[in-house]
């Protein structure tokens, strides 16, 4: 099973740009999308119910904002919404797809103000716990999606400049290894070993795209019950992700990872 996750930085611009042509050549099975910013009625051209998919939306009660979305080539049954508390922000959506239990995840980002560090902290104290039961689940379960945190130095291009940055702060690198440390698996970490990057998010400033200085914040996370499946991984290159005007289709880069 082959499963994607993606930030399209909104559903509808990222079909305008070219999306459809980059999922005909990778080809997934499962499809975690977030920041779709987008109602299903938003949607035209037969996409609010994608032919060969079966599709739960997650969208924000917020008019072009946040939202998450599950494809799927299997049906889907939906396990959850949230964390435990009211999502009105459509940050998390889980669902039961070819035996598998797939979460798209979408934390929020703090680095616009301190009101949103705040709300993004409360999310991250929310989200341990929550995790913490589903590392142990005896159900397979793979949560992925954009966490807006760079786990290390190897996940950021310039780590000195950035250790004050909301996204790379000390407190919230040691919450994602409090999390990796409950049970769960960062299956691009362990498929691409101890290398600089795959990045899967530039900022829009200094050429930072074309110069491949980015982030990873985008994460395939397994527990223990299907880390033994988790097999190859591949970010994709910034360079193959453009329309064909030159727009890229989104700011972040979409993650695979086949289960063996």
């Not at 990222?14 to 975690?32: E, F, I, M, N, Q």
């Not at 409950?182 to 200094?206: F, I, L, M």
């Not at 453009?242 to 972040?252: F, L, N, T, Y």
Request: no cysteine; glycine share 10%.
């Amino acid at each position: 099973m082959r499963i994607v996750t993606w930030n399209v930085n909104g559903l509808r611009a990222a079909l305008a740009k070219g999306l459809p042509s980059v999922l005909d050549r990778l080809a997934p099975d499962v499809l975690l999308l977030q920041e779709i910013r987008s109602t299903p009625d938003q949607l035209t051209d037969g996409w609010d119910a994608p032919e060969g998919w079966h599709v739960l939306w997650h969208p924000a009660e917020k008019l072009g904002y946040a939202g998450t979305a599950i494809w799927s080539r299997h049906p889907l049954v939906e396990v959850g919404r949230g964390v435990g508390a009211p999502d009105p922000e459509g940050r998390v959506v889980l669902a039961e797809a070819g035996g598998v239990v797939v979460g798209s995840v979408y934390l929020p980002s703090g680095s616009s103000s301190p009101e949103r560090q705040e709300a993004k902290e409360a999310w991250m104290a929310r989200f341990l716990p929550w995790s913490r039961e589903l590392a142990t689940d005896g159900r397979p379960i793979l949560l992925a999606g954009d966490l807006n945190i760079a786990h290390t130095e190897r996940d950021i291009w310039n780590a000195r400049s950035n250790a004050k940055t909301s996204g790379f702060l000390p407190h919230e690198r040691a919450w994602f290894s409090d999390l990796l440390d409950v049970g769960w698996t960062d299956a691009v970490r362990a498929d691409a070993g101890e290398v600089q990057g795959p990045y899967s998010w530039w900022s829009n400033r200094g050429q930072a795209r074309a110069k491949d200085r980015g982030w990873r914040i985008d994460y395939l996370l397994g527990n223990a019950a299907l880390a033994p499946r988790l097999g190859a991984t591949t970010t994709v290159p910034a360079a193959e992700l453009h329309a064909p005007d030159g727009r890229a289709i989104s700011d972040h880069s979409p993650v695979v990872v086949d289960l063996v």
